[in-house]
């Protein structure tokens, strides 16, 4: 069972918003935020795909992120991969 309760689209972007924020130090990140444009590298990136793999109990790969940048895109397959399970 996944560790944070998220049950929606928008829920996973806000979580993502979130913890890509944390991970970089940036405040206010958007949907439409390209992660790496905030300054996330490949260190981050490890700690972007455990905790979502913790918290969500979803596995991204790394290819993951440089096909889908933004928060948005993210979240998108987060929450396909989620109904998955």
């Known amino acids: ?24 130090g ?3 990140v ?4 390209n992660i790496f444009d905030l300054g996330l ?3 981050q990136l490890v700690e972007v795909k455990e905790a979502v ?17 933004t928060v948005a895109d993210l979240a998108t397959l987060v929450d396909a991969r989620a109904q998955e399970n």
Do not use: C, I
């Not at 309760?5 to 972007?13: A, K, P, W």
């Not at 958007?30 to 935020?33: H, L, N, Y």
């Open 1 to 24: 069972m996944p560790a944070v309760d998220v049950r929606t689209r928008d829920q996973v972007q806000e979580y993502l918003s979130t913890l890509v924020g944390t991970t970089v």
């Open 26 to 28: 940036v405040a206010g």
């Open 30 to 33: 958007t949907p439409d935020d």
């Open 41 to 43: 590298d490949s260190l």
């Open 53 to 69: 793999r913790a918290d969500l109990g979803v596995t991204l790969k790394f290819s993951d992120f440089f096909t889908h940048f």
